[in-house]
């Protein structure tokens, strides 16, 4: 069974500091990784992608890979309140060409 | 179209009854996919098609379940004898094509409550 395992929260940061956010995955063979945002009540939507080991960096957002160690994470810098949200881990495994598998969630609450 | 649409945005039904889900996908996306999100917890996966077949449909939980997309676009999932357990958010997403770097789209969302 493959699996996506991130910590389901809440994680609360304050206001301009940086909230970094952690997945694990099961299946060695994973090639794709993917970080989206879902805010309550809405859909998700990406963030992030990340193919090879190291880092990726896309506004205040990073996005950190390590396949030997099968982590992924990704840092938000000077957070925000409009950060607020869930952030999935989804994983896209070897020989699969098609659906992701995702985490359940890290809930963010970003306090003023 | 713009976006991933998705009807009805909720639905009511009653244990036992045969509901259907539409989702239709950005235009000229080939890969359409469907999920089920339950209250706290990440998507999952149901069945996703490349053009008008199914290329995986391992996470269908039981043949209540059903879906289809007979021209390649629009996609239908139909749950026959409804459970209380199928309460839940099915989201739509689609993609240009099937590959391993390929980013989803998602819908809105069609929420369904079982009573």
């Known amino acids: 069974q493959k699996e996506v395992e991130q910590n389901s929260g809440p994680l609360s940061v304050p206001e301009g500091a940086i909230a970094s956010l952690n997945c694990t995955y099961s299946d060695r063979g994973s090639q794709s990784f993917f970080w989206y945002r879902q805010y309550s009540g809405k859909s998700p939507e990406l963030i992030m992608s990340i193919y090879s080991n190291g880092d990726k960096e896309d506004g205040r957002f990073t996005a950190q890979l390590n396949k030997a160690s099968q982590y992924v994470s990704l840092l938000i810098r000077d957070s925000q309140p409009s950060d607020s949200a869930t952030y999935l881990c989804?994983?896209?495994?070897?020989?699969?060409?098609?659906?992701?598998?995702f985490g359940k969630g890290t809930k963010l609450s970003v306090k003023p | 179209g713009a976006g991933v649409s998705q009807t009805p945005s909720n639905k009511v039904t009653e244990k036992g009854k045969y509901v259907e889900l539409r989702c239709d996908p950005i235009?000229?996306?080939?890969?359409l996919y469907w999920y089920r999100q339950s209250l706290g917890q990440g998507p999952e996966f149901l069945i996703y098609f490349q053009g008008t077949g199914a290329a995986d449909d391992s996470g269908l939980p039981n043949d209540r379940f059903f879906a289809v997309r007979p021209e390649g676009s629009v996609s239908t999932l139909k749950i026959q004898r409804t459970e209380r357990g199928d309460s839940a958010v099915y989201l739509c997403?689609?993609?240009?094509?099937?590959?391993?770097?390929?980013?989803?789209?998602f819908g809105a969302g069609s929420r369904l409550t079982v009573l």
């Open positions: 997403a689609s993609s240009l094509r099937v590959s391993g770097a390929n980013v989803l789209t």
């Open positions: 235009s000229g996306h080939t890969a």
């Open positions: 989804a994983v896209r495994g070897r020989g699969s060409q098609g659906n992701l598998i």
